[in-house]
């Protein structure tokens, strides 16, 4: 199987704040890597989808960059309703996989 | 408007049986694979199951260890999940969720609000 981790796994920024999210694969998967972010109480939803590619209706601050085993997830300029929690997954093999998540946390 | 609605959770005993169900509108259902994630109790995304559109294959989590059972009807557009010999650490929200493509690429969008599976006696 393929282990995903995240780092950090919690991180405290303030609006406005340019912040980074990197996701690692414990084996190459291309860029077979999206993006979710999930809120308290609610389902996931998808930010980015094969590494770089942003999901429509998702605000253009929100960029996704890698190849391989390493990944980042860029928010570049905070808002208050991205306080969330956000998670990575490979979908390059079964059984499919999800990083622990970063919790990003209002400062 | 593409809409997945979960139903079927509830409490149940360990050892019990529980079938969930998931209504899909919106869309051409066939036409899609679709999966369901479970999230323990503040804990994170753990993937269970995955069904191709024409139910030709079936995947599981391996720590299922045959529990569980996908399938679908796609005149009724709806997914089920059948879970057998449940263990408290089956206690999870259960979400279901379409399998998004373009080519090679797979992703989940999008996902229902999710049903609460709880195992206690």
């Known amino acids: 199987d393929i282990q995903m981790t995240q780092s950090p796994s919690s991180l405290s920024a303030s609006v406005g704040d340019r912040v980074t999210i990197a996701c690692r694969a414990s084996?190459?998967?291309?860029?077979?890597l999206n993006w979710y972010q999930q809120k308290p109480g609610k389902a996931p939803e998808l930010l980015i989808f094969?590494?770089?590619s942003l999901q429509s209706g998702v605000p253009s601050r929100f960029s996704g960059s890698g190849s391989g085993t390493d990944f980042t997830l860029t928010i570049s300029s905070l808002q208050p309703e991205d306080f969330a929690i956000y998670y990575c997954?490979?979908?390059?093999?079964?059984?499919?996989?999800f990083g622990p998540g970063t919790r990003l946390e209002i400062k | 408007e593409v809409q997945l609605v979960e139903s079927g959770g509830g409490l149940v005993k360990p050892g019990g049986s529980l079938r969930l169900s998931c209504a899909a509108s919106g869309f051409s259902f066939s036409a899609y694979a679709m999966n369901w994630v479970r999230q323990a109790p503040g804990k994170g995304l753990e993937w269970v199951s995955s069904i191709t559109g024409s139910s030709a294959y079936v995947y599981y989590a391996d720590s299922l260890k045959g529990r569980f059972t996908i399938s679908r009807d796609n005149a009724k557009n709806s997914l089920y999940l059948q879970l057998n010999s449940l263990r408290a650490d089956d206690t999870a929200v259960y979400y279901c969720t379409r399998e998004d493509a373009d080519g090679d690429y797979n992703w989940f969008d999008p996902w229902g609000q999710g049903t609460l599976v709880t195992v206690s006696s």
């Open positions: 997954q490979q979908s390059y093999s079964i059984p499919i996989t």
């Open positions: 084996q190459s998967i291309s860029d077979y």
């Open positions: 094969a590494a770089s």
